[in-house]
């Protein structure tokens, strides 16, 4: 690629001053982008590159003989849980699934309000005490509001 401006032109990685770049040093230039961009893309689709690759970068696997190893057979997604909290409500929260096999995420987040600074949040959180997931909304101001929702992972 050329990059020019009104001190320099350059060709990464190389910078040639505008008073050297003449009609024949361009072409040497874009002959050198073209054989290099060609010889990248020749090896990006030559199979046989990507076997000589994978045999040659093989990455040595961990064993896990004696290791506590759970097996994932399933996965399934969680229907939306959400929560709103408006008017200076503070800290709401609603339980969600239990954490034994699972992992949520927040999914939406939308804060608004009138005053600044604009006291709001969202959060997904887990209770080790309980196990169980949480999904939290907070408004911390009049006419403030926040807007949660959230997903979760279960395997089996």
């Known amino acids: 690629f050329f990059f020019a401006s009104s001190s320099f032109i350059s060709f990464v990685p190389f910078v040639v001053p505008p008073k050297m770049l003449t009609l024949g040093n361009k072409a040497v230039l874009v002959a050198v982008f073209v054989c290099l961009s060609w010889a990248v893309l020749a090896s990006e689709f030559?199979?046989?590159f990507a076997?000589?690759?994978?045999?040659t970068h093989k990455k040595p696997q961990p064993s896990l003989?004696?290791?506590?190893?759970?097996a994932v057979n399933t996965l399934q997604v969680s229907y939306e849980y959400s929560l709103n909290s408006t008017n200076n409500q503070g800290w709401l929260y609603s339980p969600m699934i239990s954490g034994r096999n699972s992992a949520c995420f927040?999914?939406?987040?939308?804060?608004?309000?009138?005053k600044t600074p604009v006291r709001g949040g969202c959060e997904v959180y887990y209770d080790s005490s309980t196990v169980y997931w949480y999904i939290y909304a907070f408004s911390g101001n009049t006419y403030s509001s926040s807007w949660c929702k959230s997903r979760c992972i279960i395997w089996s």
Request: aromatic share 8%.
């Open 46 to 48: 030559n199979p046989h």
């Open 106 to 114: 927040l999914t939406y987040n939308e804060v608004w309000g009138d």
């Open 65 to 70: 003989e004696g290791r506590n190893v759970e």
């Open 51 to 55: 076997e000589h690759e994978a045999q």
